[in-house]
């Protein structure tokens, strides 16, 4: 059984950081990509960053692409988000989410295994 837990969410300050682990299990990192999606609210789910682990190849969307780092550690079968200078526009719910789909063809419908999310509120 696949699952997707992730941690490191909540209350913080403009311009700090933070970082959100996903604890994986129940299938093998060379088969799935691992990302993140996340959600605003009122707003639709959108992708924010994915790891191909196999061969470390990360993507980004452009909006946090410079200010997000995703990194994998295949040994503990988790992925962190490390997010920097967050902003209230970075509030949302984020998802961890894993799928066999190549990274470049991610969209939240195509994604078949979803965490319950963590949420980041970014307020001063």
């Known amino acids: 059984e696949v699952q997707l837990v992730e941690s490191g969410g909540g209350l913080v300050q403009p311009g700090k950081s933070l970082r959100l682990s996903c604890a994986a299990s129940?299938?093998?990192?060379?088969?799935?990509?691992i990302g993140w999606f996340r959600q605003a609210p009122g707003k639709e789910r959108e992708g924010v960053s994915c790891?191909?682990?196999?061969?470390?190849?990360?993507y980004y969307s452009d909006s946090v692409k410079g200010r997000f780092t995703i990194s994998s550690d295949l040994a503990n079968n988790t992925v962190y988000l490390q997010i920097r200078s967050l902003t209230p526009e970075d509030t949302a719910v984020y998802y961890c989410?894993?799928?066999?789909?190549?990274?470049?063809?991610?969209?939240?419908?195509?994604?078949?295994?979803w965490g319950a999310g963590a949420l980041v509120t970014v307020s001063s």
């Open positions: 989410a894993a799928d066999p789909t190549p990274c470049s063809d991610w969209y939240p419908w195509v994604i078949n295994y």
């Open positions: 790891i191909n682990a196999s061969d470390g190849r990360t």
């Open positions: 129940g299938f093998s990192f060379d088969d799935y990509r």
